[in-house]
T-cell receptor
Framework: DTGVSQDPRHKITKRGQNVTFRCDPI?????LYWYRQTLGQGPEFLTY????????KSRLLSDRFSAERPKGSFSTLEIQRTEQGDSAMYLC???????????FGQGTRLTVV | AQSVTQLGSHVSVSEGALVLLRCNYS??????LFWYVQYPNQGLQLLLK??????LVKGINGFEAEFKKSETSFHLTKPSAHMSDAAEYFC?????????????FGAGTTVTVRA
C-alpha cells in the first residue's frame, strides 16, 4: 500500500475556471476527509465521507465546492468558478472507522491567477 | 467544539538542544490529541497521538508529548534536535466521544535548527 494519493500535485488555473482534484485513500479505509490549508495556517476541515456517504460539510465549503465519493473508494473535490481566495493546499486524509489516526496525502496545491 | 492554540509560530534551536513546542487545547468533551509534522510541499505525517491511558506518549523520531488535563496542554518535546527536525509542526484535537474523528488544527510552529 502506497498511502493516500492525490492528483494533481499542482494546479494553476485562471479565475472563473472549474477544477477537479482526486484523492485515492489507503485501501479499505472507509473514512475520507478533505482539508484546506492556506499559507501560514493549519489545515481546516472541509468535509468527510464514511464509505460513499458525505456525513458532514464545513461552512467553509461554499456552494461552488462539491465533493463526491461514488463507490466508497476514491473521492473528487470540484471547485466551480474559482476565485483567487481559493488558492490553497487541498489535503486529503483517510482512516479506518474504528481508529482515530488519519493518514494524509501530499496535497494538491491550487493557484488561481 | 474543539480547538488548539500553539504558542509561538517560530522556534529556533541549536542542533543538539532541547526542542519544546507548546500546545494548549480546548474541548467540551474528553479529547484525542495529535502532533503532526509537515515538510515543505508535503502532506502531514503523524508524530504521535494521545487517546487514553498513559499520559506520556512517545512517537517517531525521538519525540514525545505529555497530556496534562489540569493544564489543558499537550506540549511536544525532543531532547536533542537534529537538522532533519526542521519542519512545521501542528497540534490537533478531535473529540473522543464523537464518531467522526475530524481534526481541528493549530496554526502551526515552524522549527529552524541551527548548526
Amino acid at each position: 500500500d502506497t498511502g493516500v494519493s492525490q492528483d494533481p500535485r499542482h494546479k494553476i488555473t485562471k479565475r472563473g475556471q472549474n477544477v477537479t482534484f482526486r484523492c485515492d485513500p489507503i485501501s479499505e479505509h472507509n473514512r475520507l476527509y478533505w482539508y484546506r490549508q492556506t499559507l501560514g495556517q493549519g489545515p481546516e476541515f472541509l468535509t468527510y465521507f464514511q464509505n460513499e456517504a458525505q456525513l458532514e460539510k464545513s461552512r467553509l465549503l461554499s456552494d461552488r465546492f462539491s465533493a463526491e465519493r461514488p463507490k466508497g473508494s476514491f473521492s473528487t473535490l470540484e471547485i466551480q468558478r474559482t476565485e483567487q481566495g481559493d488558492s490553497a493546499m487541498y489535503l486529503c486524509a483517510s482512516s479506518l472507522e474504528q481508529y482515530t489516526e488519519a493518514f494524509f496525502g501530499q496535497g494538491t496545491r491550487l493557484t488561481v491567477v | 467544539a474543539q480547538s488548539v492554540t500553539q504558542l509561538g509560530s517560530h522556534v529556533s534551536v541549536s542542533e543538539g538542544a532541547l526542542v519544546l513546542l507548546r500546545c494548549n487545547y480546548s474541548s467540551s468533551v474528553p479529547p484525542y490529541l495529535f502532533w503532526y509534522v509537515q515538510y515543505p510541499n508535503q502532506g502531514l505525517q503523524l508524530l504521535l497521538k494521545y487517546t487514553t491511558g498513559a499520559t506520556l506518549v512517545k512517537g517517531i523520531n525521538g519525540f514525545e508529548a505529555e497530556f496534562k488535563k489540569s493544564e489543558t496542554s499537550f506540549h511536544l518535546t525532543k531532547p536533542s534536535a537534529h537538522m532533519s527536525d526542521a519542519a512545521e509542526y501542528f497540534c490537533a484535537v478531535s473529540a473522543r466521544d464523537s464518531n467522526d474523528y475530524k481534526l481541528s488544527f493549530g496554526a502551526g510552529t515552524t522549527v529552524t535548527v541551527r548548526a
